[in-house]
């Protein structure tokens, strides 16, 4: 399993011949230059959103459109999706679960919003989620973007990840000193990589404090398109 940062909150997961991109940002990522395009998005096979806030569904329905493939995630924006857009989707909620050929996603709840703009103002867009990846016997938890929940006692306790993607920038996400506080209590993770940090000065720029707040966990700084291989 090869886990790939394109900055800000969005990955490229590869694993089981399956190539899924975790909220694509490419229009207007400062972290992630016009020459990476290509590469971060060859091969995709799905696009898993976990909430429709600009940073994250910006460039969904184009690079649906663009590489043919389904958009995967909460179900009445799906369902908005596939009759105003045309695009291919899979529909879920939480508590779902979904059999991408072979890799199975598990919808679990966030604590956040999922609105965007139009002409008449802002629209709510389905409900915040994140997603458990079960693959090559790991299970991937992907926050999404979420502050700390009671919730997240059961999802640790249900579905075990030993790896996690966390929102850890603050102001708009947990921080790096609530983001371990989360880990520790909630969950027993191998490993943790931080997202959602440094694209601006108003995030948090370091990740040095939640490294110190998880002593005997891997904490990976990504790096962008450098695979982490797990």
């Not at 995967?72 to 989707?89: F, H, K």
């Not at 693959?135 to 249900?158: F, H, L, P, Q």
């Not at 000193?177 to 940090?197: L, S």
Request: net charge negative.
């Amino acid at each position: 399993m090869n886990i790939i940062w394109l900055g800000h909150g969005s990955f490229r997961i590869e694993t089981q011949g399956q190539v899924l991109l975790i909220d694509p940002w490419l229009t207007g990522n400062p972290v992630l230059s016009d020459d990476h395009h290509e590469t971060a998005l060859n091969g995709a096979t799905h696009i898993l959103l976990t909430h429709t806030h600009f940073d994250h569904v910006a460039d969904v329905v184009s690079l649906a459109k663009h590489l043919n493939v389904p958009v995967v995630g909460q179900y009445d924006l799906m369902g908005y999706w596939s009759e105003a857009e045309g695009l291919e989707t899979v529909g879920f909620n939480k508590g779902g679960t979904v059999d991408l050929n072979g890799v199975k996603v598990s919808m679990v709840p966030a604590s956040h919003s999922s609105t965007f703009s139009t002409p008449d103002g802002l629209r709510t867009g389905g409900s915040e989620v994140g997603f458990m990846i079960a693959s090559e016997g790991r299970m991937v938890y992907v926050s999404g973007d979420t502050d700390i929940m009671a919730d997240m006692e059961w999802m640790g306790d249900y579905y075990k990840p030993d790896i996690g993607i966390l929102s850890a920038g603050g102001h708009f996400t947990m921080d790096m000193k609530a983001t371990a506080y989360a880990a520790k209590r909630y969950f027993n993770f191998k490993t943790v990589i931080p997202c959602h940090y440094k694209t601006f000065p108003i995030l948090e720029q370091s990740a040095q404090a939640l490294a110190d707040g998880l002593p005997g966990v891997d904490v990976i700084e990504p790096e962008l398109m450098q695979p982490i291989s797990l």
